[in-house]
């Protein structure tokens, strides 16, 4: 009887434990979610990404003896 006492409180502390861990969780996202959304919203706002376009720098192609079988060139 003795070891499934000790079973049973053991496993009430790993229960307590998981749901400490859950209502710590909850409470954090919470606090994200309303009391820090200022916050986080204004540096989301600084990392915004931007694109640029970079023109391509296309070399020519060679056979194997080195002749020039393709080569760029630009148009516009």
């Given at each position: ?14 229960y ?15 606090l ?6 200022g ?23 060679l ?14």
């Open positions: 009887m003795a070891i499934r006492n000790e079973i049973v409180w053991r496993s009430g502390v790993v307590l434990v998981m749901v400490l861990l859950a209502i710590t969780l909850i409470i954090r996202i919470l994200l979610q309303t009391v820090e959304r916050k986080w919203s204004s540096m989301s706002e600084r990392y915004v990404y931007k694109t640029s376009e970079i023109p391509a720098n296309r070399g020519d192609i056979a194997h003896d080195g002749r020039l079988l393709a080569s760029s060139v630009p148009y516009y």
